[in-house]
C-alpha cells in the first residue's frame, strides 16, 4: 500500500507512520512530498495518484464526498479513501496531540492495510475509539 497524507494533516505524520510501513514494503507519504505543491486541487491529486496500484489517502476533508466532481474522480479510480471525519481526530491535531493521533493510526495499520488491499475504490470512516473501520 502507499498511503497519501492529505495536506490538511500535518506532514510529520507521514514520517512517524512511514517507518512502520516499510517493514512491510508499504509506503507513507504526505502530498506536498508527492506532487512538490500544496495548491493542487482534489480531482487533479485523485486522478493522478488513483492510477498508482495500491493506493489509498487518508484525509479529514469531507468535501471529497460531497462535491459531484470530486466524489465522480474518486469513484473513477480503485484508490481506498480513509476519513478521520470524528470531532475527536480534529481535536488532537488542535490541541497539538499529534503523539495521540500517530499512536491510533498505528493500532489500526493492520486494518488498514487490509482494506487498502481490496482495491475496490472503498470509502472508509476511520472511528477514534474502535479498531472496525466504517464504510462511507
Known sequence: MILLIDNNLPPVLADILNPLA???DHKVIHKRNEFGRTDISDIEWIEAFGIKKDAAFLTCDT???KRPLELAAFRKTQITGFWLKSKSWKQYLRQRELHILASKLILR???LV???ELGTGQAYEIPPSSQKLRGI
Open 22 to 24: 516499510q517493514i512491510d
Open 63 to 65: 468535501n471529497i464526498l
Open 109 to 111: 495499520w493492520p486494518t
Open 114 to 116: 487490509q482494506a487498502a
